[in-house]
């Protein structure tokens, strides 16, 4: 596991890598290889992505943004009226350069100096309101945007999400997409301050003080736009290493929250193996691993801040000095160069501020960044035509052809399964025996449609199941996993899964059939009993009856039951078997069993053996003749009569 010393190997590691690659590039050292089947990390350039931000907000969301940067321009221009009061407060009020005689005598204004600066403060206390009340409601409408735009980008990333190929969903981990949902995904709404709304107001107020001080002394101005290459160079130098950065600290974010994921949810695993300290030693190097990254990023956005940190009182005294001379030369008044002062803070303020924020941009661009490589994932219904089949449930018969069908798993070269030939009846049960690892779980897999065959077809009746859609195909599911998974919630909840609109009788009615209603009404709370994460507080038994009673809730027409019996006592055993012989009646069931004492009913069994069928027939006709099926019932009568096959 990695240590302290570990992680500054992996660091040192890291900042070879970096030097290496192009800045834009991102390094991941020590992290596993892209998933198999997944497209390549891309690298997109800041505007590519800006515009691409641009695109996730709807038309609605668009113009209450343009609605904001009104407002916001109306009260950039409002607070540029403030530094000009300076000007009028030491020439026309306070001196005599010219003195209240100066001022037009269109305005009607008295020539009394103190009722002249009651009528200035009292101009400004009222201009200050209006803008702070403009810009408030441009600013409350861009924070409920970000909200709503955080929100509708969390709700897209978990839907594509939850509909990626199998294989891709799982190797994002649970923890994982979580990183992904809280912090990119979260990111992404702030861009709406930090690449909108705030430049917005730079620009706007970089654009009018340049004209403000053009009209002022245009000498000035040109000195102040040798602040521009400035800005660029630092871009050049600092920006674009920033985002790779950023990016590749979440990666190692994701990877933290998956494995802290990881531990809690097989804790009695790693409590049984004493392997706590080792997980805390795991969980400490990669937080220490990303610390390192933190700090490097940190250092090279300081660099920024002391660019700008130096520059700004450099150019305020230069500023100083020139206006000083002019005021001694007697081409500028006091008011005058007080005024210029004032309005190059103005220019340079916003200047530094978009400058330093970048980092920010960076860091929420690299956020965004690993939003659209995942929403640009392709989706397991893809390959599904436009005018797919849509399923009546009520006219699927359930015979299930497969034809020739082999399986080769993403970024594998061996197969799975080769050349199964077999057609399933309508409402008949097959039997699935075999070995472990001889690809009877990968054929039911292929049966529910989570993966697509490599070569063959898998055809309800007599449909392609590529040419169906998911969603409909799903709906005639029943599934139950010899490890079982149940959500975090009440028993009613869990049994009511599949059937939201499910009666109160109806699920009792299920939970009396999977011989779950007995301990359920003996539990405190009954039906409404939380049950904890993946069901941490029933049984192994109790959690297998709970998933059947959800099977049969569903009211499938095919039912897989991937060791359905394999948690329960021989009592529950016994008693669930005869209600499962009613709900196979009529649909047809895959059973996976390595007790083969629990498949004498089936219709069919198939005898499954490195990826092929080695024997096909009925229980009795296989029982006798002397193949392998024969073989494993041997084994098993012989020793434990209800010995599993290994």
Not at 168 to 174: F, I, M
Not at 335 to 343: E, R, S
């Given at each position: 596991m990695h240590s302290r010393a570990g992680s500054g190997r992996r660091f040192r590691q890291y900042r070879i890598e970096r030097r290496s690659r192009r800045p834009d590039q991102q390094v991941a050292p020590d992290g596993p290889q892209p998933e198999p089947g997944a497209r390549p990390r891309s690298h997109r350039p800041a505007f590519s992505l800006a515009s691409r931000f641009i695109g996730l907000l709807d038309p609605r969301q668009r113009l209450t943004m343009v609605?904001?940067?009104?407002t916001l321009t109306v009260s950039t221009l409002l607070g540029l009226a403030m530094p000009y009061s300076t000007k009028i407060a030491i020439d026309f009020i306070l001196l005599d350069t010219p003195g209240p005689e100066g001022l037009p005598e269109s305005l009607g204004l008295p020539t009394d100096r103190m009722s002249l600066l009651w009528i200035l403060s009292g101009a400004m206390v009222a201009i200050t309101i209006v803008s702070v009340s403009v810009g408030m409601w441009g600013r409350w409408q861009t924070t409920r945007l970000?909200?709503?735009v955080q929100i509708s980008v969390r709700r897209r990333v978990f839907a594509h999400a939850v509909r990626l190929p199998l294989h891709r969903a799982q190797a994002l981990k649970s923890g994982g997409v979580a990183s992904i949902l809280r912090e990119d995904a979260g990111g992404v709404g702030e861009l709406l301050f930090s690449m909108v709304y705030n430049p917005w107001r730079a620009i706007v107020q970089v654009s009018l003080t340049m004209v403000i001080l053009a009209l002022t002394d245009w000498r000035l101005v040109i000195g102040s736009l040798v602040l521009l290459p400035t800005i660029w160079m630092t871009h050049r130098a600092w920006i674009n290493r920033l985002r790779p950065m950023w990016r590749d600290i979440r990666l190692s974010r994701q990877r933290i929250d998956g494995h802290s994921t990881e531990v809690f949810a097989g804790l009695r695993v790693v409590r049984g193996f004493g392997r706590e300290t080792g997980e805390a030693s795991r969980f400490v190097g990669g937080n220490a691993f990303m610390m390192r990254q933190e700090i490097l990023a940190w250092w090279w956005s300081r660099g920024l801040e002391i660019v700008w940190q130096l520059l700004v009182p450099i150019a305020s005294s230069a500023i100083l000095l020139?206006?000083?001379?002019?005021?001694?030369?007697?081409?500028?008044?006091?008011?005058?160069?007080?005024?210029?002062?004032?309005y190059l803070l103005m220019l340079l303020g916003p200047i530094e501020a978009l400058v330093v924020s970048a980092t920010n941009i960076q860091n929420q661009l690299a956020g965004l960044d690993r939003v659209l490589d995942l929403i640009s994932e392709p989706l397991e219904h893809e390959s599904v035509a436009p005018g797919a089949t849509r399923l009546d449930r009520d006219r699927v018969a359930g015979e299930v052809t497969l034809d020739s069908v082999s399986f080769v798993y993403p970024g594998s070269e061996k197969p799975v399964l080769e050349e199964i030939d077999a057609v399933v009846p309508a409402g008949s049960?097959?039997?699935?025996?075999?070995?472990?690892?001889?690809?009877?779980?990968?054929?039911?897999?292929l049966v529910a449609r989570f993966y697509l065959p490599t070569k063959g077809r898998v055809l309800l009746d007599?449909?392609?199941?590529?040419d169906i859609r998911p969603d409909d195909y799903r709906s005639i599911l029943g599934i139950v996993e010899q490890d079982v998974f149940l959500f975090d919630g009440t028993i009613r909840d869990n049994i009511a899964y599949a059937r939201r609109d499910a009666t109160e009788r109806e699920i009792i009615e299920a939970a009396q059939t999977a011989n779950a209603h007995t301990f359920i009404t003996d539990t405190p709370d009954g039906y409404d009993t939380l049950i904890g994460e993946r069901g941490v507080r029933l049984?192994?038994?109790?959690?297998?009856?709970?998933a059947i009673a959800r099977a049969i809730l569903a009211d499938p027409r095919i039912l897989i039951l991937d060791e359905a019996t394999s948690n329960l006592d021989s009592e529950s055993e016994r008693l669930i078997q005869s209600a499962m012989r009613e709900l196979m009646k009529g649909r047809t069931?895959?059973?996976?069993?390595?007790?083969?004492s629990t498949i004498r009913d089936a219709d069919l069994v198939l005898v499954l053996e490195a990826g092929r069928i080695a024997e096909r027939g009925g229980y009795e006709e296989l029982a006798e003749a002397g193949g392998r099926f024969s073989e494993l019932l041997r084994i098993q009568q012989t020793g434990a009569a209800d010995a599993p096959i290994r």
């Amino acid at each position: 596991m990695h240590s302290r010393a570990g992680s500054g190997r992996r660091f040192r590691q890291y900042r070879i890598e970096r030097r290496s690659r192009r800045p834009d590039q991102q390094v991941a050292p020590d992290g596993p290889q892209p998933e198999p089947g997944a497209r390549p990390r891309s690298h997109r350039p800041a505007f590519s992505l800006a515009s691409r931000f641009i695109g996730l907000l709807d038309p609605r969301q668009r113009l209450t943004m343009v609605l904001a940067l009104c407002t916001l321009t109306v009260s950039t221009l409002l607070g540029l009226a403030m530094p000009y009061s300076t000007k009028i407060a030491i020439d026309f009020i306070l001196l005599d350069t010219p003195g209240p005689e100066g001022l037009p005598e269109s305005l009607g204004l008295p020539t009394d100096r103190m009722s002249l600066l009651w009528i200035l403060s009292g101009a400004m206390v009222a201009i200050t309101i209006v803008s702070v009340s403009v810009g408030m409601w441009g600013r409350w409408q861009t924070t409920r945007l970000t909200k709503r735009v955080q929100i509708s980008v969390r709700r897209r990333v978990f839907a594509h999400a939850v509909r990626l190929p199998l294989h891709r969903a799982q190797a994002l981990k649970s923890g994982g997409v979580a990183s992904i949902l809280r912090e990119d995904a979260g990111g992404v709404g702030e861009l709406l301050f930090s690449m909108v709304y705030n430049p917005w107001r730079a620009i706007v107020q970089v654009s009018l003080t340049m004209v403000i001080l053009a009209l002022t002394d245009w000498r000035l101005v040109i000195g102040s736009l040798v602040l521009l290459p400035t800005i660029w160079m630092t871009h050049r130098a600092w920006i674009n290493r920033l985002r790779p950065m950023w990016r590749d600290i979440r990666l190692s974010r994701q990877r933290i929250d998956g494995h802290s994921t990881e531990v809690f949810a097989g804790l009695r695993v790693v409590r049984g193996f004493g392997r706590e300290t080792g997980e805390a030693s795991r969980f400490v190097g990669g937080n220490a691993f990303m610390m390192r990254q933190e700090i490097l990023a940190w250092w090279w956005s300081r660099g920024l801040e002391i660019v700008w940190q130096l520059l700004v009182p450099i150019a305020s005294s230069a500023i100083l000095l020139y206006g000083g001379w002019q005021v001694i030369e007697g081409n500028l008044t006091i008011g005058d160069l007080m005024m210029f002062t004032a309005y190059l803070l103005m220019l340079l303020g916003p200047i530094e501020a978009l400058v330093v924020s970048a980092t920010n941009i960076q860091n929420q661009l690299a956020g965004l960044d690993r939003v659209l490589d995942l929403i640009s994932e392709p989706l397991e219904h893809e390959s599904v035509a436009p005018g797919a089949t849509r399923l009546d449930r009520d006219r699927v018969a359930g015979e299930v052809t497969l034809d020739s069908v082999s399986f080769v798993y993403p970024g594998s070269e061996k197969p799975v399964l080769e050349e199964i030939d077999a057609v399933v009846p309508a409402g008949s049960i097959v039997a699935l025996v075999g070995a472990s690892g001889a690809g009877k779980t990968t054929l039911c897999n292929l049966v529910a449609r989570f993966y697509l065959p490599t070569k063959g077809r898998v055809l309800l009746d007599g449909i392609d199941t590529r040419d169906i859609r998911p969603d409909d195909y799903r709906s005639i599911l029943g599934i139950v996993e010899q490890d079982v998974f149940l959500f975090d919630g009440t028993i009613r909840d869990n049994i009511a899964y599949a059937r939201r609109d499910a009666t109160e009788r109806e699920i009792i009615e299920a939970a009396q059939t999977a011989n779950a209603h007995t301990f359920i009404t003996d539990t405190p709370d009954g039906y409404d009993t939380l049950i904890g994460e993946r069901g941490v507080r029933l049984s192994g038994g109790q959690r297998q009856r709970i998933a059947i009673a959800r099977a049969i809730l569903a009211d499938p027409r095919i039912l897989i039951l991937d060791e359905a019996t394999s948690n329960l006592d021989s009592e529950s055993e016994r008693l669930i078997q005869s209600a499962m012989r009613e709900l196979m009646k009529g649909r047809t069931t895959f059973i996976i069993a390595h007790r083969l004492s629990t498949i004498r009913d089936a219709d069919l069994v198939l005898v499954l053996e490195a990826g092929r069928i080695a024997e096909r027939g009925g229980y009795e006709e296989l029982a006798e003749a002397g193949g392998r099926f024969s073989e494993l019932l041997r084994i098993q009568q012989t020793g434990a009569a209800d010995a599993p096959i290994r």
